[in-house]
């Protein structure tokens, strides 16, 4: 329940009230790889990239699907300047990534 209304919370930019019952419920349930996943996002939104990546891992460790965290992993690499290792973790994730000479590297 604190994971969709962390999601609620932030559709809604609430941010901080997303963040605190996504934190809840990683309290409950620090196995529970959603509610990782749905932190890495609103932190990576916020610009707090080492937080993010340390909850994408997190929710890798915790089963959560595979291909998405790698891609998210790779996204938050790339937004770090580490251009090799996001690449290779997107193509991992998402099979393909797309080059953009104007806009950048961004992913399918």
């Known amino acids: 329940a604190y994971v969709n209304l962390?999601?609620?919370?932030?559709?809604?930019?609430?941010s901080k009230d997303a963040e605190a019952s996504l934190l809840k419920s990683i309290q409950y349930?620090?196995?529970?790889?959603?509610?990782?996943?749905?932190?890495?996002?609103?932190?990576?939104?916020?610009n707090q990239l080492d937080q993010?990546?340390?909850n994408f891992k997190k929710a890798q460790e915790n089963k959560i699907d595979t291909k998405e965290c790698l891609a998210a992993i790779g996204n938050v690499l790339l937004s770090q300047g580490k251009y090799n290792e996001g690449i290779r973790?997107?193509?991992?994730?998402?099979?393909?990534?797309?080059?953009?000479?104007?806009?950048?590297?961004?992913?399918i």
Request: proline fraction near 2%.
């Open 89 to 107: 973790n997107l193509r991992e994730g998402e099979g393909s990534i797309i080059f953009d000479l104007d806009l950048g590297i961004s992913k």
């Open 6 to 14: 962390g999601v609620i919370f932030k559709e809604l930019g609430k």
């Open 29 to 46: 349930n620090p196995s529970f790889g959603e509610a990782y996943l749905n932190l890495g996002y609103l932190l990576m939104s916020k």
């Open 52 to 54: 993010a990546l340390f």
